[in-house]
Structure formats: C-alpha cells, structure tokens
C-alpha cells in the first residue's frame, strides 16, 4: 500500500465535494451540505483563505482530506490550528490513513509555531472519540460550542447599530 498525504490544490475541490457528501450521509445529514465544488475551489484556494485542504491518496486514489484553519488564542499569546473535517472514504477506513494525516497535520502544526490543534467529533461517534482518546487527545468537557449562522445569523447582524460598528 502506497500511502501519500500532500497540499490539496484547486482541481481536488471535485474531490473534496464529493467525499463531503459522504460525511453528510456519515453524519445522518446532522450537517446538509450547501455548499458546491466552484465554491470550494473559490473560497478554500483564494489568496486570502485562512484555511486549506490536505490530500491523502492510497494506491493513487483519492482516500481522503482534512481542511485546517489558523486560529490564535489570545489566552495563550500563540498560534493554534482547527480541523473543521477529518474524513475517510469507508473502504480507506481502518487502514491507519487517520492517523498518518493527522500527524501530517500536527507536524504541519508545529512547522507552523502552533501549540495546539482542535477539532470537535460528534457525541455518537464513538470510533473518532476512542481514536482521538488513543493519541492522547482530551475531550474538551469544559466547552460548548455554539454556532450562529443562516437566517439568525443574519438578523442578529442586522441588528447592530451602524453607528458603533463603524460600517
């Protein structure tokens, strides 16, 4: 088995919108996806994205990816980076390409001065959440997370003042 793990670059955005696909159904369509490949080529390969992808390709074929975004904790003065997906294609499972690209992305961390990386699993997942407990990851029990987005994101926008936001 030949295993590569590289920079993802625009002509994977098919790829990568397919295997996105694949983690919907993974997922139970807990998160449907909107978005298309032409946005993923724009928004992901633009100049100015603060995020990009990472291919892992097994015999040639694609297997799967990982997209990452700089973050910076103000707590700790430092550098971080998120994981928004880690995801396998179900016939690249269990072959230890998981693994491989998330040291790839830790190494990649660390080449990068981060001190830490974050990602979230959901609560059923049970395999993602015994994996990440194998590498010394710790779940994040203190923390919730919350997302505002769609029609309230956009109605809370709306309701700021203009005047103190400076726009």
């Known amino acids: 088995m030949k295993m590569t793990i ?6 994977d955005a098919d790829a990568i919108y397919s ?4 983690l919907s159904v993974y997922e139970h369509g807990l998160q449907q996806s909107v978005t298309t490949a032409e946005e993923i080529r724009a928004m992901l390969f633009n100049p100015d994205s603060n995020s ?5 390709e097994i015999d040639g074929s694609t297997a799967g990816y990982a997209v990452i975004t700089r973050s910076y904790s103000a707590w700790l003065g430092r550098r971080g980076m998120y994981m928004e997906d880690l995801y396998f294609s179900p016939n690249f499972r269990g072959l230890g390409a998981g693994k491989a ?3 790839y992305v ?9 001190n830490r990386i974050e990602w979230s699993a959901l609560d059923w997942d049970q395999s993602a959440r ?19 987005d769609g029609a309230a994101l956009e109605k809370f926008a709306a309701a700021a003042p203009q005047s103190v936001l400076g726009l």
Do not use: G, K, T
């Open 130 to 148: 015994e994996f990440y407990l194998s590498i010394d990851a710790l779940p994040l029990n203190e923390w919730v997370r919350y997302r505002l």
């Open 6 to 11: 590289r920079p993802a670059n625009p002509e």
């Open 19 to 22: 295997m996105i696909a694949e």
């Open 52 to 56: 990009e992808a990472l291919m892992c």
């Open 101 to 103: 690209l998330l040291q």
């Open 106 to 114: 830790a190494q990649h961390a660390v080449n990068h001065q981060c």
